[in-house]
């Protein structure tokens, strides 16, 4: 009875969910990342250069000295959130569902993605108050709506311990496994180094993230750049396959262009949305925990985010399966993408692919602790703050634990519905309030009118 209770409310929430993230949720987020994009007239496209110098600027010692944390642990905690198994499973489930032609929607997603991050991060900065940060701020007080704020923070919250908790160690598990590790003894593992972090504040989860983030990142991407230098002779072929499928001229010299298309378009841009979280206002949560008050600044930062996460890391992963051939073996997930690094750096190269989803997962599981305890806060109102602080670490790091052993497909599709609650309410919000992000630009743009849509 009670397993046939439990069906019916997985097949119930999987319906509900598949509902919700259909092709009307995915063309929004794409829709409203080309609005803005020309309402600021490409203002996040044109300056790509400064979202890096932003990120390493040399005013990250002042934020450290007075009392907030970095612009650069601030970009590391959001990427650590960002950044989880989905930068390499992601990408091979997008190219095992969509085809080599899923990557090139990946790109264009982020591409108008970054005006997203960029207007949700220039909101944030400008509605920070020193009792009230996040999106949370310019919903309640830009948007004018308290209680559409709290709801906010209550699926931030509660999604922290699906997606950003349990679904990950069950990756770090998993992968685990595939280099002869015991799952549960990996899952303890976590658990012990997330509750070490975490239980210091979440400062110390930023100082962490800045630390991991940029070394596994770093040697992650080297690894693959070596293996596409290998292969560089396919990388001509590897482009003209995902151009040509992402159009649909394979599929439309086969006949069957119309159906083929709209799922590599749809899950390339769904792939895209998922990888960077623009337009999810989850950035907006470290981000405005900076002592930097120039909101145009902390918006190319942002945008600097969705480049690194979507266009080099989620790259480079596609570049290696496709460019190898990894993504005809006929393997899928984690195995497609260890497939093709084994093949251009050995055998030893699987046992690098999945340390790396670990500690990718682990990253992630540090970060969305950094989100559920800034959407806690806020939702506490200053009440019982210590004790609620300690039982959600305690909490957390017990959930950690029995991810890594629990069966979790309910669990993440439940966590993608508070996502899409999380995505709908920032939306919603971030485009009632364009004209201030606009109004932002000028500012430093010497009053140069930027005309509406």
Request: aromatic share 10%; charged share 15%.
């Amino acid at each position: 009875m009670h397993f046939t209770f439990y069906c019916k409310i997985s097949e119930f929430i999987n319906g509900l969910n598949d509902l919700l993230w259909g092709t009307g949720t995915v063309l929004l987020v794409f829709g409203a990342g080309i609005f803005f994009t020309i309402r600021i007239r490409g203002f996040n496209i044109i300056h790509i250069a400064d979202a890096f110098k932003n990120i390493f600027s040399k005013e990250t010692a002042a934020d450290k000295n007075s009392g907030g944390i970095s612009r650069f642990q601030a970009i590391s905690t959001a990427l650590a959130a960002s950044m989880g198994t989905g930068n390499i499973v992601g990408v091979a489930a997008a190219v095992s569902a969509g085809g080599a032609g899923a990557i090139f929607w990946m790109w264009i997603s982020a591409l108008f993605g970054t005006a997203l991050a960029f207007a949700e991060n220039v909101l944030g900065i400008r509605y920070k108050k020193d009792d009230l940060s996040g999106p949370m701020a310019y919903i309640s007080e830009g948007a004018g709506s308290r209680k559409a704020a709290v709801i906010y923070a209550a699926v931030c919250f509660s999604a922290s311990f699906g997606i950003g908790n349990m679904t990950q160690t069950n990756a770090i598990a998993s992968a685990a496994k595939e280099i002869g590790i015991s799952p549960i003894l990996a899952g303890a593992a976590a658990a012990v180094f997330c509750g070490a972090v975490i239980f210091r504040g979440g400062k110390k989860t930023a100082a962490a993230a800045e630390r991991i983030i940029p070394a596994i990142s770093l040697l992650y991407f080297a690894a693959a750049a070596a293996v596409i230098i290998i292969f560089r002779k396919e990388l001509a072929g590897t482009f003209v396959r995902i151009f040509s499928s992402a159009f649909g001229l394979r599929q439309a010299a086969g006949g069957i262009l119309g159906a083929s298309l709209k799922k590599t378009v749809s899950v390339g841009l769904r792939r895209g949305v998922f990888s960077n979280e623009a337009g999810m206002g989850s950035s907006v949560l470290v981000h405005t925990e900076t002592n930097c008050s120039d909101p145009v600044k902390m918006g190319m930062c942002a945008v600097g985010e969705v480049l690194v996460d979507t266009i080099i890391c989620c790259t480079l992963t596609a570049l290696v399966i496709l460019a190898t051939g990894a993504d005809l073996c006929g393997e899928e997930g984690l195995a497609m993408a260890a497939e093709g690094f084994r093949r251009g750096l050995g055998k030893y190269a699987a046992v690098f692919v999945s340390v790396s989803a670990m500690i990718f997962a682990f990253c992630t599981l540090l970060g969305w602790y950094f989100y559920g305890e800034k959407c806690l806060l806020f939702i506490l109102n200053g009440r019982n703050k210590k004790k609620a602080l300690f039982t959600f670490r305690a909490i957390y790091t017990a959930a950690a634990f029995i991810g890594s052993a629990a069966e979790l497909s309910l669990i993440w599709n439940t966590a993608d519905i508070f996502n899409w609650l999380m995505l709908i309410i920032n939306l919603f919000s971030i485009i009632l309030l364009n004209g201030e992000v606009v109004g932002e630009i000028k500012n430093i743009n010497g009053g140069k009118k930027i005309p509406p849509v």
